[in-house]
């Protein structure tokens, strides 16, 4: 079993947790942590502290922040090097999907770093630009227009 923090800027966190919720429900081994207006980096490593403490019996964590190089995932990188004897990954740019995808794959994989990479081509391949295509059978027949 794997722990999992979701942490963003704003309630990022608690947005992304009510979308998750709709769709794969609640997991007790789920934390969402807000970074927010006038909370210090410290006051947000005690947060991840205090998870990642609840987490200890876990084969390891993977922590779901918003944007690389903020403090939520400046924290959380900072926590994981802080507990070399706990297995915690930090991924950034994290989208719904790679949380749904979390949420209900905690229980079936005992490697944070392996759920952290397939959470990540998760999070690119759900990433997509709409683009309306002509139905199969109006391609064909502009084909045989010319004959």
């Not at 006038?38 to 502290?49: I, R, T, V």
């Not at 922590?63 to 915690?88: H, M």
Request: charged content about 25%; proline content about 5%.
């Amino acid at each position: 079993m794997i722990g999992l923090v979701v942490t963003g800027h704003g309630h990022f966190a608690d947005g992304i947790h009510t979308s998750a919720q709709m769709i794969a429900g609640e997991n007790e081994y789920v934390r969402y942590i807000n970074f927010e207006e006038g909370m210090s980096p410290e006051q947000l490593a005690e947060k991840f502290n205090a998870a990642f403490d609840e987490f200890r019996t876990c084969d390891g964590v993977v922590v779901l922040s918003d944007l690389p190089g903020g403090s939520p995932f400046k924290t959380a990188v900072e926590c994981k090097y802080a507990r070399p004897d706990q297995k915690i990954e930090v991924i950034a740019g994290t989208n719904l999907p790679m949380l749904v995808t979390a949420v209900t794959m905690l229980d079936m994989e005992d490697d944070p770093r392996a759920l952290a990479e397939e959470l990540v081509d998760t999070g690119k391949d759900c990433m997509v630009i709409f683009e309306l295509q002509a139905p199969a059978e109006e391609a064909e027949s502009d084909e045989s227009d010319g004959i």
